[in-house]
């Protein structure tokens, strides 16, 4: 019996092996051919470069992180950036210790960055070079202040950004719906987070 088990057992592994053999060899075939064939294409860049004279809310990726012990804030000021058009991906806590609001993107002299920074009371600003242009707010325990004049827009001198891809431009609204608009901004001010 034991040797019946044994010419059994003997018969599967190498069988095993050459199935394992032949699954790595038709992978690595078929990455060869892919690479070899360029059916292979890189994934998308994280941002897009655009024309633009201005930027605006909807153009901005933001993820605002609570630094401090104030419990709700960063949600506070991340409902206010979303009623605003900004673009908030992200609502949650962060281990660094923050006091003032702490602006971080990839450059300091980044026009989102700028953007995002006009925003905010008592701010610094930190660059990271991150490659998808996105901003973060880290507010803290006196951070999370919204300025009293807010820019709708930020100028572009160059004309050119580069954009996160789910970010891309809006068109401006008419005139006679801009105006119209500016009325509920408004009336929405005096709820903006203390």
């Keep these: 019996m034991a040797e019946r088990r044994r010419r059994r057992l003997s018969f599967?592994?190498?069988?095993?092996?050459?199935?394992?053999?032949?699954?790595?060899?038709?992978?690595?075939?078929g990455g060869y051919r892919?690479?070899?064939?360029?059916?292979w294409t890189p994934p998308p860049d994280p941002c897009v470069t655009v024309a633009l004279t201005e930027l605006q809310p909807a153009n901005v990726i933001v993820r605002v992180y609570n630094g401090g012990s104030i419990r709700g804030r960063?949600?506070?000021v991340s409902s206010y950036l979303k009623e605003s058009g900004f673009i908030v991906t992200t609502t949650a806590?962060?281990?660094?210790?923050?006091?003032?609001?702490?602006?971080?993107?990839?450059?300091?002299d980044s026009p989102e960055v700028l953007f995002v920074q006009s925003w905010f009371a008592k701010s610094t600003v930190r660059a990271d070079g991150r490659a998808d242009h996105s901003v973060d707010v880290l507010v803290g325990e006196a951070g999370g202040l919204l300025t009293?004049?807010?820019p709708a827009s930020w100028a572009i001198p160059s004309g050119q950004v580069c954009v996160p891809p789910s970010g891309s431009p809006q068109p401006s609204p008419p005139a006679d719906e801009a105006s119209a608009e500016g009325g509920s901004e408004a009336q929405t001010e005096g709820e903006a987070p203390a």
């Design 34 to 39: 892919l690479i070899v064939t360029g059916r």
């Design 74 to 76: 960063a949600t506070e």
């Design 93 to 108: 806590n962060t281990d660094e210790p923050i006091h003032d609001t702490v602006i971080v993107g990839v450059a300091e």
């Design 12 to 29: 599967k592994t190498p069988l095993a092996l050459i199935v394992l053999l032949a699954l790595l060899g038709a992978g690595a075939y």
């Design 148 to 150: 009293a004049d807010r």
